[in-house]
């Protein structure tokens, strides 16, 4: 069935420029399925939002990333005016975009993940609040930005001058070995890709630019590491009460036995689309084409309220 859809893309997150990329590709797909696409770049004139959004589409598909279009806010405008829209709805959002707040609700339903803590600029000022390696994040960010190993020796900053991510971060012991990731779609995960990289983390530049980083599909693991991937993957999804689709990532350290070295991350409920986005290569690897992707994302767009 045709559908007049309204594609967001742009927003006002350090995503921007990728999810321009994104929602150019979804709308592309989705004209070429029959349906009257328009697309908006959203700003932080939300007035202007709101006027986009009428006439009201038939279903706007979220192709945002990031602050204030990944974490629940966009969301709960949509709930709003009462309009469907991709991808996972307010609390879902929120959840996922923060990072301490997953880990949380992951190891409640017994999910490994790093041993890790929320520590403030001032602590982290004072010295090393865990055994080097390992790694600090923004608590809420997407694109691994901000994200930086600490390493031993190292004498740099533990936080530069540039940290523009607020007050505190979240630190976690670095887990060597393998990195992974994992696409769901509804009910099912799709499958699990080791990225390969020649940077020291898999980086904005490693995500976005092409032959930084060599995706490895399926993932040559063990089959029991291979399988638990997929398990966690969707029970994070579920567990969060995500829509739609969500990606989850992974350390595995291969040096333990069976996949107790399989540490789960975070996860991310508005996957990239662009040309090397990770999701849109697994659902392809399972016979679903990007277009078919797209379409699929439309047909299941919701209110949650």
């Not at 975009?97 to 602590?123: H, I, L």
């Not at 190993?149 to 979240?170: M, P």
């Not at 040096?255 to 996860?267: D, H, Q, V």
Request: charge should be neutral; hydrophobic fraction near 40%.
């Amino acid at each position: 069935m045709k559908k007049r859809v309204l594609v967001l893309m742009g927003g006002v997150s350090a995503e921007r420029e990728v999810s321009l990329v994104s929602g150019a590709a979804v709308a592309k797909a989705l004209s070429q399925f029959g349906h009257d696409v328009r697309t908006y770049q959203v700003t932080a004139d939300v007035e202007a939002f709101v006027r986009a959004l009428y006439p009201k589409p038939d279903v706007v598909f979220n192709a945002l990333h990031g602050r204030f279009g990944e974490d629940g806010c966009v969301q709960g405008l949509l709930e709003l005016v009462c309009v469907p829209y991709t991808h996972s709805g307010v609390r879902a959002s929120s959840v996922a975009m923060d990072k301490p707040a997953t880990k949380r609700a992951v190891e409640c339903v017994g999910v490994r993940t790093p041993n890790g803590k929320v520590v403030s600029r001032k602590e982290l000022a004072k010295g090393d609040p865990l055994p080097r390696p390992y790694v600090v994040k923004p608590v809420a960010e997407g694109s691994t930005f901000g994200v930086k190993i600490v390493r031993e020796g190292s004498n740099e900053a533990t936080l530069g001058a540039d940290w523009s991510f607020g007050d505190a971060a979240l630190v976690e012991e670095f887990i060597p070995g393998h990195e992974l990731t994992v696409g769901v779609m509804g009910d099912r995960a799709l499958a699990v890709t080791e990225i390969r990289y020649k940077t020291s983390i898999f980086d904005y530049t490693a995500k976005y630019t092409a032959g930084h980083a060599e995706h490895v599909l399926p993932a040559p693991l063990p089959k029991a590491v291979y399988d638990e991937a997929m398990r966690i993957a969707l029970v994070a999804h579920q567990t969060l009460g995500c829509s739609g689709i969500s990606r989850s990532d992974f350390r595995y350290d291969a040096r333990k036995p069976n996949s107790e070295g399989l540490y789960f991350l975070e996860i991310n409920t508005q996957p990239g689309f662009t040309p090397i986005s990770l999701l849109p290569e697994q659902a392809q690897h399972e016979g679903i084409s990007f277009g078919a992707l797209c379409q699929w994302l439309v047909e299941h767009a919701q209110c949650h309220a």
